[in-house]
């Protein structure tokens, strides 16, 4: 362990979701002072009354603001003096039902990219000033999605392969500054956003069932990434993967690529799901 969080100023983007408050409950847990933000504003006020008041500010912040971000990261620096580790963690998926590419809404195609990769090149730009002069931490959430096939989920999972992308420049970007940029890869996370593949949508939920083998399809609870997250910081770690069952898959991702992506498009049961998707999206789509 070489990073300690005692006294370090944490930026949480989407900090009211699952994963966020999990890794805001323990980085204080670690000492951190927490700068919550997300779009909903009651709800970061909520979960900053679990902390000391002293050691807590919370801030309404819709990351596609590229000013607003900058301004949160000035009022944590006004409020506290310093900001050390910024974890761009805000993100979206659809709003309703999955769609593939060839039917999905051009607009929630964009703002889904506008959330999940402009998003968090927003926070990441706004905080590096400040985290390159205290030597902290650039965190981005990617996911198990940015390697695995993205079939009826392409604008997520392509933002999260290149949010990835991005942090992996970041981090040989700042080799010589003493600060440093890691990707966080969540599994299957019982939140909010992974509902629509554990029952919110019946077709979702048998495609996850179908191309996910069973003992990677077992979602965990946030608090195992919020864990993950703290020793990924202490260490340092460019990569942090939790649950740590997918580090196998991570580490063959080239091959197993080769192999999902040949199966998925022949697999009849995957293919037929995907044409009822399809249908889906376009019975409900709003007419006129
Ligand atoms: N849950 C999973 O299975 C899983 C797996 C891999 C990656 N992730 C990623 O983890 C991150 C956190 O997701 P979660 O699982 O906690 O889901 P969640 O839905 O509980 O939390 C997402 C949070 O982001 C906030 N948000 C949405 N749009 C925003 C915006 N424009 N500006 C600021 N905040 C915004 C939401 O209000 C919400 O509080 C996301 O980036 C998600 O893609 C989740």
New binding site residues.
């Given amino acids: 362990m070489n990073y300690d969080l005692h006294g370090k100023v944490v930026l949480i983007?989407?900090?009211?979701?699952?994963?966020?408050?999990?890794t805001a409950r323990e980085l204080y847990v670690h000492g951190a002072n927490l700068v919550l933000?997300?779009?909903?504003q009651e709800?970061v006020d909520q979960l900053a009354q679990e902390f000391d008041a002293q050691r807590v500010l919370a801030l309404e912040?819709?990351?596609?603001d590229s000013a607003a971000s900058r301004q949160v990261v000035h009022l944590a620096v006004e409020r506290f003096g310093h900001l050390d580790v910024a974890f761009a963690?805000?993100?979206?998926?659809w709003k309703g039902t999955p769609a593939t590419l060839r039917t999905c809404d051009e607009d929630e195609f964009r703002s889904i990219v506008?959330?999940?990769l402009f998003?968090v090149w927003h926070t990441v730009r706004a905080a590096l000033p400040e985290v390159v002069r205290n030597r902290g931490q650039i965190l981005v959430?990617?996911?198990?999605?940015a390697y695995l096939n993205g079939m009826a989920n392409a604008p997520?999972a392509l933002s999260?392969a290149a949010v990835e992308s991005m942090t992996r420049s970041l981090r040989a970007e700042l080799g010589s500054t003493g600060a440093t940029a890691s990707v966080?890869?969540?599994?299957?996370?019982?939140?909010?956003?992974?509902k629509v593949a554990f029952g919110g949508n019946a077709i979702a939920t048998k495609m996850n069932e179908i191309g996910v083998p069973p003992f990677l399809n077992q979602?965990v609870g946030?608090e195992v990434?919020g864990r993950g997250v703290v020793r990924g910081l202490r260490k340092r770690q460019p990569r942090i993967t939790a649950p740590f069952r997918w580090a196998p898959i991570s580490v063959m991702r080239g091959i197993f690529n080769v192999f999902t992506d040949w199966h998925v498009a022949r697999e009849p049961r995957l293919q037929r799901l995907l044409q009822q998707l399809e249908q889906e999206v376009v019975r409900n789509r709003p007419q006129g």
């Fill in positions: 983007t989407g900090a009211a979701g699952g994963i966020g408050s999990a933000t997300d779009t909903r709800a912040l819709d990351v596609t963690n805000a993100g979206i998926s506008e959330v999940d998003g959430t990617s996911s198990t999605y997520y999260k966080l890869y969540p599994g299957w996370v019982n939140t909010a956003i992974a979602p946030p990434i």
